[in-house]
């Protein structure tokens, strides 16, 4: 199995900057891509961004130019710099990874706990 666990949510005004962070854990072979997604209430979990284990990365648009996502290969962890936030951007935000845990599995998707973001004056 392979544990997902977030930090870095909060409270911060609008234009202000957080950084979340994702740490993988368990029995991780090869994490093939992570990613951020979220979820405000009453909407559908949306894409935040994503990368994949060579670096490319995929942004939401209404994210592009304000957030950045990288990731620390050795400790199986992904983070997102959030920059300008603005109030449309509260939600609980979700890490996933696409994991495998041998040689011989296929990749498996897994998913954090969650963590709040709230941006508001």
């Known amino acids: 199995q392979v544990q997902l666990v977030e930090s870095g949510g909060g409270l911060v005004q609008p234009g202000g900057s957080l950084r979340l962070s994702c740490a993988g854990s368990?029995?991780?072979?090869?994490?093939?891509?992570m990613g951020w997604y979220r979820q405000a209430p009453g909407k559908q979990r949306e894409l935040v961004a994503a990368?994949?284990?060579?670096?490319?990365?995929n942004y939401a648009d209404s994210v592009k130019g304000r957030f950045t996502i990288s990731k620390d290969n050795a400790k199986n962890t992904v983070y997102l710099q959030m920059n300008s936030l603005k109030p449309e951007d509260t939600a609980v935000y979700y890490c996933n990874a696409e994991a495998m845990t041998s040689s011989l599995s296929r990749s498996w998707t897994y998913w954090g706990q969650g963590t709040q973001v709230t941006v508001s004056s």
């Open positions: 990368i994949i284990s060579g670096g490319s990365t």
């Open positions: 368990g029995s991780i072979f090869k994490i093939n891509a």
